[in-house]
């Protein structure tokens, strides 16, 4: 597959990141997306180089989790995008990501 | 509000376009985000140059209609990514929109 994900587990969330092999995934790769499962009474956040499509379809896939944000490397942060409970961040809010320390 | 949105009906499906004003919008404008009613029989077709998590949470608003695509310009068509319907175009597949004609 061309889109290896990774998942590390954050407060209340799983940070999925993908990576694209080659940087490049075509329209088709959707089809065979097989998304890593994650803690579903958290949340989720994606993160990773690729197109909209890609997010919009993971962000789909995990619809169900408690909420879901998109990392905007621009912000710094990930904003939530969706959620399903009123204890979950509302939607708008940019949650901050822990710095990753060196292993 | 910041965003505008713009629904036309294409074949099976709602182009939904929006632009934002300055062309910056903000996380927090996903609060008070309002998408069109659109036609949930058909699919939508989402466009516009806007940040990936204003995708997400668009297509995550539509995702009760038959099937949701997100515009690649890079693609020059839209990837569908989520549908309800086996009818629908499959998830992966590209979309062709219609040509802009002169008014």
Known sequence: MAI???????DGATLLEFEID???CEPS???NLVPP?????GGVVISGRGP????AALARHYYTTQ??????PRLGGAVVTS????TAPPVGSVVEL????PE
Chains 1, 2 share one sequence.
């Open 83 to 86: 959620r399903h409970s009123r």
């Open 4 to 10: 290896q994900f990774t998942t590390t587990p954050i």
């Open 37 to 41: 499962d994650v803690d579903g009474t």
């Open 22 to 24: 080659g940087g490049i």
């Open 98 to 101: 822990p710095k990753k320390v």
């Open 52 to 55: 909209v499509w890609l997010y």
């Open 29 to 31: 790769d959707l089809a």
């Open 67 to 72: 909420w879901v944000a998109t990392f905007d």
